[in-house]
């Protein structure tokens, strides 16, 4: 079998880019589900994901009790009691969420 004359996929080659660690943005106001400080932007940050807990930010949510269509249908008061059992908004999400780093940990909160 004669040898592909171009690789599948193809590899990035720029060794500028390939040591590169992924972004990571820095947050400078309280999740408002786990309460550490994740979300860039003063909060103003639509469909941003807290690294920690994974609750999307919803901007157009008036209520703490009104489900959110970014978070499955969550109320922000049934993820916040998710994130006080397991870690997460969702028990299922826990594998992908990532621990506060020290900076981000606001006073007086629970860490899971
Ligand atoms: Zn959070």
């Not at 703490?64 to 028990?91: F, I, K, M």
Request: with cysteine; aromatic share 8%.
């Amino acid at each position: 079998m004669p040898k592909a004359k171009y690789r599948y996929p193809p590899e990035a080659n720029c060794p500028t880019h390939q040591t590169q660690a992924p972004a990571e943005v820095k947050g400078d106001s309280p999740c408002p589900c786990c309460g550490c400080i994740t979300i860039p932007n003063g909060g103003d940050a639509l469909a941003y994901i807290c690294p920690v807990c994974l609750w999307e930010i919803d901007l157009f949510l008036t209520d703490e009790n009104e489900p959110s269509d970014q978070n499955h249908g969550l109320t922000l008061v049934q993820a916040r009691q998710n994130y006080a059992q397991c870690g997460a908004v969702l028990p299922r999400l826990k594998q992908y969420c990532r621990p506060p780093f020290p900076e981000e940990i606001a006073p007086n909160i629970a860490i899971k």
